[in-house]
């Protein structure tokens, strides 16, 4: 039974306990590898968090099970960077004074972060005060409320973490730089900002920069907000670049740049201060791959089929190794081109490639949760989740309702 697909859902929010069984168990075991408390990460997602029911759940034709599941996802690989930026820079979370989530929502990010810091130590701060409430209400975390204008915001303390996970991204020219130079002042003398942009790679067949290095469209996920002050944007690295640089003198503080570092297509750029070494610091992003078809065979083995890339420069696919219900089963190869995946990540340093596995009818037990763990060398995992098909004599493609092939990005 698909319960979350019903309407009445987005009334009072989304609630996790009444999500599809199916994507529950893929969110348990995704948190339990992350050694996340179900209880504290999957508090109710607020009807209000227009990201979740203004973006995610269109994006996934209402079906709030699978929407549920890259919630979860995104926060993950959100935290994937995170946690990179933390240990390369301060040594571990508890080095660190206080962090700074700038733009936060509705605290995807503090779900996570509530494992890791005391509460005291967490600041959030959004537009929109309820969902600073709703954070200050639920998690303990300090927080204060954002404005229109970087001009009228006053916030009198430094942190060693300023996150800006997705506001550089909808800014028009001018108010980009502004609002760079207010949320600079928040960074303690030994901190880091680190923001994510749209890269100019980004934009649509047609489409082609400003000459100012930053093309605005007045559109966005916010039925609230104005589009003169939260768009979409995209951008050359020249114009961050000119950007940082009017941040202090003698061009500015360090900073670097990693393509596609943040969720699935943004650039994450770290900005350094005074006392910050960042002279090292490597972020990677998490490989990426899904499902894309199942057959069962004349001998009665089940053929599993998909893709998979790796998204930074310089890191390989190690392996796959597939799981079944925890349990491992054994590896898959990536060892077949697929080109035609590399329409959805364009400029990826990386050549996508398929796979294909088998299992015995032993091993592909109906109902049982299918995890392959794509594994780099660059440390990262990247985790795709399915369920083992319940029909003998039955081939299909796609997962999740959808025919995955249509968009690589969505697959799982």
Not at 158 to 170: E, K, Q, Y
Not at 261 to 276: K, M, S
């Amino acid at each position: 039974m698909k319960l979350l697909r019903r309407r009445p859902q987005a009334v009072d929010g989304l609630d996790f306990r009444l999500i599809d069984p199916t994507y529950s168990r893929f969110v348990d075991e995704q948190l339990q590898l992350y050694g996340l408390d179900r209880k504290v990460f999957c508090k109710p997602v607020p009807a209000a968090d227009e990201t979740f029911f203004k973006a995610l759940v269109p994006n996934y034709e209402q079906d709030f099970g699978i929407s549920a599941f890259k919630f979860v996802e995104a926060a993950i690989r959100r935290y994937d960077a995170y946690d990179q930026l933390v240990s390369q820079v301060f040594g571990g979370f508890d080095r660190l004074d206080s962090v700074l989530d700038f733009a936060s929502g509705y605290g995807r990010l503090t779900r996570v972060l509530a494992h890791k810091l005391p509460k005291d130590r967490i600041w959030v701060s959004d537009i929109y005060t309820k969902a600073i409430e709703w954070q200050v209400a639920n998690y303990g975390v300090q927080g204060f409320f954002s404005t229109e204008s970087p001009d009228d915001l006053r916030h009198d303390r430094t942190h060693d973490v300023v996150w800006v996970g997705s506001l550089f991204s909808h800014l028009p020219n001018g108010l980009f730089q502004r609002w760079l130079e207010k949320i600079w002042s928040f960074v303690s003398p030994r901190g880091v900002l680190a923001f994510s942009v749209h890269d100019e790679t980004l934009l649509g067949e047609g489409e082609a920069m400003d000459a100012t290095g930053l093309r605005f469209f007045r559109t966005s996920e916010s039925d609230s907000l104005d589009y003169d002050i939260y768009g979409m944007s995209y951008v050359s690295e020249a114009f961050v670049a000119e950007a940082i640089s009017r941040l202090g003198p003698n061009g500015g503080p360090r900073w670097k740049r990693f393509f596609k570092g943040l969720y699935e297509n943004q650039d994450l750029y770290v900005v350094a201060g005074p006392q910050a070494d960042i002279s090292g610091l490597n972020i990677a992003s998490t490989p990426m791959g899904g499902l894309e078809s199942v057959a069962h065979l004349s001998n009665g083995d089940v053929e599993f089929a998909g893709w998979t890339i790796e998204r930074t420069t310089g890191a390989a696919l190690q392996q796959i190794r597939v799981f079944a219900d925890g349990a491992e089963l054994g590896r898959a190869a990536a060892d077949q081109p697929r080109p035609d995946v590399l329409a959805k990540f364009p400029h990826a340093p990386n050549l996508p490639h398929g796979f294909r596995f088998r299992l015995s009818p032993e091993q592909a037990r109906p109902g049982a949760i299918l995890r392959l763990q794509l594994e780099s060398s660059s440390g990262l995992r990247g985790l795709v989740f399915a369920e083992m098909p319940r029909f003998a004599a039955f081939t299909y493609s796609g997962w999740s309702r959808r025919p995955l092939r249509q968009k690589p990005s969505g697959l799982s």
